[in-house]
């Protein structure tokens, strides 16, 4: 078969169809007598803060997610665990911070690690409560067949097992890596995933998500459409290339934009509106060595691999009709973190056995009067060291190494540039008063600094600290960390950057 004519639909149309013949009878209604409600959750790759409409990008257009937020809830202050992709997945999956778990970094396919089935996922929770549960994209929290989306509480899946620069195609490092395969269900349908198929990845993904709403119509369904793009090499389908000023970046958001909008066509269609909760976010901020193919992080400062704003702080919209007020918008802080134990919570779901860390949001989102955020804190751990700490208006910095491409010379055309080191110190930063972290003002506010280190040193004997060579106490172990000899073996070393030293990071 050519590329040209894999439709990454067949073989996953027929499971479908099993699927669909032994549907489950649907939950009993949640609190308030009313069922619970849809979810979809679309998450986008190394998407920056700036990169929407309603955040501020200029040089295309994205009506559909700002319809998201115009009809519903804007978080301006959300965040991940940390600016890579795994560590950022495995919060969002399991309501926790990602040392908590042991996943770091972005796992290579070489690697055995992957996320523990003792933990619960998202998909886990909501199936238990009588969801149908479908995944479309990234999972990039193991590839090997036990590890996938359908051994984590998803019925179905379809995607690339990690991320889409893991291939021969790689513009640095093209030997480092495997043929990368498209998966349905736990099996490859595809071993060699090309330019042309990647070129068909947004549509498809965007499709599946179309295809598994009008099929659970009639139950409630929870849908995570985790789009490979924006991360790069930068794909978009014919119909879209060269439609925007902001060259494959711009063209490649309009093309999930779509989708987006087919997604609340459907919705409308189908008279789900009212029911279906629509969420828009991102795993990390923009990979700026990529320059122009590489998102932007607006105001904020730095992006992908750092533990500044631009990195870590993601644009966040939520829209549920006569549920979230429509046009509001909400500057308390979140996270990622939050949203396992929210949608357990709007769902009528049983939380995880497990301690978790996120807490339940739904007061924020729904526009509950007076809502504030739970967190007294949230932190940030990037290579298995904390690095940032938030807490109301104030952001700490602890001394570590980052990065930067200020001054150096950007990437073109899917070959990034050399970032340069970024020695960081201990830094205070009111993010009210300034927002791109631009003026340390430690030295004037000694007790913010006391508190906000004491706060990260109890976390830091609860996660652990690689740089401190601290253990966490309640740290728990990722598949295969423990006594699987390819996890103790040498890591891909592929790409550059961040996300190349994090792969030698995934398991403590
Ligand atoms: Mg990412």
Known sequence: MTSATRPYGRAAAFLLLLAGSCCLPGPAPARGGEPPPNIVLIFCDDLGYGDLGFSGATGYATPNIDRIAREGVRLTDFYVSSAVCSA?????????????????????????VGLSHAETTLAEVLKARG??????????????????????????????????????????????????PMIEGDRVIDADVTALDQKSLTGAYSRRAVEFIRKHADR??????????????????????????????GDVIEEIDAGVG????????????????????????????YGDHAGSAGPLREGKGTSFEGGIREPFAARWPGHIPAGSTCREVAATIDLLPTLAAIAG????????????????????????????????????????IRSGDWKLLLPHQSQTMNGQAPGRGGIPGKYRKLPVGLELYNLKDDLGETTNIAASHPDVVARLRALGDAMQHELGDASLKIKGRAVRPADGQDGTPAAQGAPPTAGRGPETRAHAAAAP
């Open 88 to 112: 950022s997945r495995a919060a969002l999956m399991t309501g926790c911070y990602h040392e908590r778990v042991s996943i770091r970094g972005a796992l290579g396919p070489k690697m055995k």
């Open 131 to 180: 969801y149908a549960t479908g995944m479309a994209g990234k999972w990039h929290l193991g590839c090997l067949p036990s590890q996938l989306p359908t051994h984590h509480g998803f019925d179905e899946y379809l995607g690339l097992p990690y991320s889409n620069d893991m291939w021969p195609h790689h513009p640095e490092a093209p030997k480092d890596f495997p043929n990368l």
């Open 220 to 249: 409630p369904f929870f849908f995570y459409l985790a789009h490979s793009m924006p991360h790069v090499p930068l794909f978009r389908s014919d119909a879209f290339a060269g439609r925007t000023r902001r060259g494959a970046f």
């Open 262 to 289: 087919d997604i609340l066509r459907t919705l409308e269609e189908l008279k789900l509106d009212g029911r279906t909760l629509v969420i828009f976010t991102a795993d990390n901020g923009p990979w700026l060595s």
């Open 349 to 388: 779901a049983s939380p995880p056995p497990l301690p978790i860390d996120g807490k339940d949001i739904s007061p924020l989102l729904l526009g509950s009067p007076g809502a504030r955020s739970p967190h007294e804190a949230l932190f940030i751990w990037y290579g298995g060291s904390l690095q940032a």
